[in-house]
T-cell receptor, first 116, second 114 residues
């Protein structure tokens, strides 16, 4: 069974500072990896995903994440935080399958606060 | 530009009452999902459907029922509401449910059972 762990339920950074949100997965085979963002009173939106190929993945709004197989990690970063980045971020994993019907498993989320 | 539409946005139920949460998508997606979101717990899958007439249980199906008579609609039924069902419910859809497939989420239904 696969699982995903997000370290830190709350992260605060100053505007303009580096954003680092941590995600580790547990799976016998590296899964597909996703980051979703949830703005207040809204549903989740896909930020970025890793399936195959280049391990550094770029997403929307200046975010990127790097898949590191040796560390079983998929941490999310952004060089310079903006006030509009305040939201809750969810890491999610999906096992590799030939059937196409495997479900996402979500982490517990990290609430990002930006300090002016 | 509607995407995934959920109704109602808010609802308060008394213990033992029943209700249906509505979900509709206009993207002709085959796959649809119901999640519940509890503080500090992330999202848990309740039920999902891979097409009209086909549904299956997720992680936390007890106390819920679903049906999928059309591609567009995927209602979630709560029978005999209990306080443990107080949560925020999200409906989502995807085109194929396959590799790296992006989920589109509705804006959620906040349900309180008192």
């Amino acid at each position: 069974a696969q699982s995903v762990t997000q370290l830190g339920s709350h992260v605060s950074v100053s505007e303009g500072a580096l954003v680092l949100l941590r995600c580790n997965y547990s799976s016998s085979v590296p899964p597909y990896l996703f980051w979703y963002v949830q703005y207040p009173n809204q549903g989740l939106q896909l930020l970025l995903k890793y399936t195959t190929g280049a391990t550094l993945v770029k997403g929307i709004n200046g975010f990127e994440a790097e898949f590191k197989k040796s560390e079983t990690s998929f941490h999310l970063t952004k060089p310079s935080a903006h006030m509009s980045d305040a939201a809750e971020y969810f890491c999610a994993v999906r096992p590799i399958s030939n059937f196409g019907n495997e479900k996402l498993t979500f982490g517990t989320g990290t609430r990002l606060t930006i300090i002016p | 530009n509607a995407g995934v539409t959920q109704t109602p946005k808010f609802r308060i139920l008394k213990i033992g009452q029943s209700m249906t949460l509505q979900c509709a998508q206009d993207m002709n997606h085959n796959y649809m999902y119901w999640y519940r979101q509890d503080p500090g717990m992330g999202l848990k899958l309740i039920y999902y459907s891979v097409g009209a007439g086909i549904t299956d249980k997720g992680e936390v199906p007890n106390g819920y029922n679903v049906s999928r008579s059309t591609t567009e609609d995927f209602p979630l039924r709560l029978e005999l509401a209990a306080p443990s069902q107080t949560s925020v419910y999200f409906c989502a859809s995807s085109a194929l449910g396959g590799i790296g497939e992006k989920l589109f989420f509705g804006s959620g239904t906040q349900l309180s059972v008192l």
